[in-house]
Every structure is written in structure tokens, then in C-alpha cells.
């Protein structure tokens, strides 16, 4: 079974600009979270989605955001990006939100 | 807050057996994962407790105390591709939201 997949790999964009994130989960599953990671933040949660609903979101600004399509692939938006978003983005995804979440490879964002 | 708090660093012997701790506030509490990142990987999911006591699987186990906000990861016979952050996440309340500790990064030497 394929597992979570995330695309792009890499993306280099600017302050300013807005950029689109991609995920989709393994087969079967519905519930789909986003989260950031920093060295100096570590991982930290920025949405969840079930069913196309969005369930949780984390501490971040409005200029994150994020949806779920029918086929529960997921998309995760943000604008007017700023240096300080440079971060690798992974999508995890599980069965059902209590089940163990298994991580895509990430989206490494830097912003010049 | 709802702080997970483990060791930034630790440092083994191939063969060794290891244990990497972690604690969290009680209230709300609905499920501990421990996984594992190499550097510029992904991570990977080792293992899940939502009561308490011992998971065994394999090399690894992991262990919960709810009463105490109290979780391990025991690693044995310790190989150098065991060297990885191992990263204690924990489920507050409904839904998928995971909170992550910072990482134990741990060093495996021969």
C-alpha cells in the first residue's frame, strides 16, 4: 500500500508570495493533519481534518489554511509568506483521529 | 499548557539497551506515540499507548503510567541505525491533534 504522499518535495518561494501544499493519504484513510517543523520549534500542529471537516487547529496565524476534498486528499495554503515560515510541512494521515498518524516525506519550504 | 518534556540528548553503546523517558501534564490525556525521525526523514510511528503498562514489539517497548503523566521508550540490543531523534507525541482530548516533545537525539556509538 502506498504510503503518504507529499508533493512538492522542495519549494523556494519569496517573502510576499503564497504557496499551495499537497497531500494525499494512504488508501482508505480519512483523517489527514499538517504540522511544521523547526530546529527550534520542533513539530507543531497547525490542522486536522475528518471527513473533509476540519476538527483542530493549531496556534498559527490566518494566513494558514487548509482543506480536505472528497477523496480526502488534503491541500494547505499560506500567504503573504514571511521568512520566518521556512520549515519542512509534513501531512500524516490515519484510519480514524485516535489511530497512529503516518508522515509523508514533507514539503521543504524556504523563503527568500 | 499541555508541555512534553524528554531529554534533549543521550548517547549509547552498539548493543546496549536504552531508555528515553518523557512526561506530560495528566489533564486531558488520550494516547501517547512515540516515533522515530532520521536526519531529513520523515517520522516513522514505533508504537502507541493508551493504557497503561508495557507494548513489546521487537527491539522496542514502551511503557505508560497515566497516574504519573509517565512514559519510556526502551530500545534493546542497540544497532548504530537506531542513531535518530525519537520524538513522544501525546493525544489531548478528541481528535488528531498531536502535541510533540522536542526530540531526544540519540547517538549510538560502536
Known amino acids: 500500500k502506498a504510503g503518504v504522499t507529499q508533493t512538492p518535495r522542495y519549494l523556494i518561494k519569496t517573502r510576499g508570495q503564497q504557496v499551495t501544499l499537497s497531500c494525499s493519504p494512504i488508501?482508505?484513510?480519512?483523517?489527514v493533519s499538517w504540522y511544521q517543523q523547526t530546529p527550534g520549534q520542533g513539530l507543531q500542529f497547525l490542522f486536522e481534518?475528518?471527513?473533509?471537516?476540519?476538527?483542530n487547529k493549531g496556534n498559527f496565524p490566518g494566513r494558514f489554511s487548509g482543506r480536505q476534498f472528497s477523496n480526502s486528499r488534503s491541500e494547505m495554503n499560506v500567504s503573504t509568506l514571511e521568512l520566518g515560515d521556512s520549515a519542512l510541512y509534513l501531512c500524516a494521515s490515519s484510519n480514524r483521529p485516535d489511530q497512529p498518524q503516518h508522515f509523508g516525506d514533507g514539503t521543504r519550504l524556504s523563503i527568500l | 499548557g499541555q508541555n512534553i518534556d524528554q531529554p534533549t540528548e543521550m548517547t549509547a553503546t552498539e548493543g546496549a539497551i536504552v531508555q528515553i523517558n518523557c512526561t506530560y501534564q495528566t489533564s486531558g490525556f488520550n494516547g501517547l506515540f512515540w516515533y522515530q525521525q532520521h536526519a531529513g526523514e520523515a517520522p516513522t510511528f514505533l508504537s502507541y499507548n493508551v493504557l497503561d503498562g508495557l507494548e513489546e514489539k521487537g527491539r522496542f517497548s514502551s511503557f505508560l503510567s497515566r497516574s504519573k503523566g509517565y512514559s519510556y521508550l526502551l530500545l534493546k540490543e542497540l544497532q548504530m541505525k537506531d542513531s535518530a531523534s525519537y520524538l513522544c507525541?501525546?493525544?489531548?482530548?478528541?481528535?488528531?491533534?498531536?502535541?510533540f516533545g522536542q526530540g531526544t537525539e540519540l547517538s549510538v556509538k560502536p
Open positions: 488508501s482508505g484513510h480519512r483523517s
Open positions: 507525541a501525546v493525544r489531548f482530548n478528541q481528535g488528531g491533534k498531536l502535541i
Open positions: 481534518y475528518f471527513s473533509e471537516t476540519q476538527r
